[in-house]
Each structure stands twice: as structure tokens, then as C-alpha cells.
Nanobody, 119 residues
Framework: QVQLVESGGGLVQAGGSLRLSCAAS????????VGWYRQAPGKQRELVATFTSGIFTNYADSVKGRFTISRDNAKNTVYLQMNSLKPEDTAFYYC?????????????WGQGTQVTVSS
């Protein structure tokens, strides 16, 4: 059974920092593309950052230069370091893992963690 368990969310003042963690189990983590998405009230879920099984990362323009995604394959964990947080970063943050291709493609989600940035 695949599980993605996020932690690290909370309330922080604008300009502050938070570090999200996502521990994965049930998948071959080292070959998965992992990432973070977020959803604010009344808005669609959007990509924040992804990290392929190699070395490639991708960021939403709104977080470039402020957020950093990293992964520790030995711990089956992906992180999101969030600095210089803004009120518009307030959202539910979800961990995501994609494995396989073609008919073997699988897309997994965590339960999410709330991030609230006060002004």
C-alpha cells in the first residue's frame, strides 16, 4: 500500500520560513518523480515544485528563488524549504509521487498539510 505522509505545515508570519517533509512508503522512491502541489480556497490545485528521479527540478514562477525542493532517497523523503513566505502562499500543500509509464503509470497523493502565512 502506497502512503505519502506530509508534515511541517503551520502558521507563520510573512517573511518567515517553513520546511515541509513527505515520507513515502510502498513505492520505489528513487525512481519516482516527486513534487509538491498546493490548493488555496476557491482555487484549483497548482504545481509548486517537482524533482525527477534524476537531478531535474521544476518550480512555479511564483515560488522561484524562494522555495527549494530536495529529496533524500535513502530516507524515501522529499522536502520543500519555503523561505520569504507571502500571504498568497497560504494553501493546503500536497505531496505527489509519479511512477512508471504507459499502462504502468501511477499517480499518488498525500493527505496534505495546511500552510498559513499571516500578513
Amino acid at each position: 500500500q502506497v502512503q505519502l505522509v506530509e508534515s511541517g505545515g503551520g502558521l507563520v508570519q510573512a517573511g518567515g520560513s517553513l520546511r515541509l517533509s513527505c515520507a513515502a512508503s510502498g513505492i520505489i522512491f528513487s525512481i519516482a518523480t516527486v513534487g509538491w502541489y498546493r490548493q488555496a480556497p476557491g482555487k484549483q490545485r497548482e504545481l509548486v515544485a517537482t524533482f525527477t528521479s534524476g537531478i531535474f527540478t521544476n518550480y512555479a514562477d511564483s515560488v522561484k528563488g524562494r522555495f527549494t525542493i530536495s529529496r533524500d532517497n535513502a530516507k524515501n523523503t522529499v522536502y520543500l524549504q519555503m523561505n520569504s513566505l507571502k500571504p498568497e502562499d497560504t494553501a493546503f500543500y500536497y505531496c505527489n509521487a509519479k511512477t512508471g509509464g504507459g499502462s504502468n503509470y501511477r499517480n499518488y497523493w498525500g493527505q496534505g498539510t495546511q500552510v498559513t502565512v499571516s500578513s
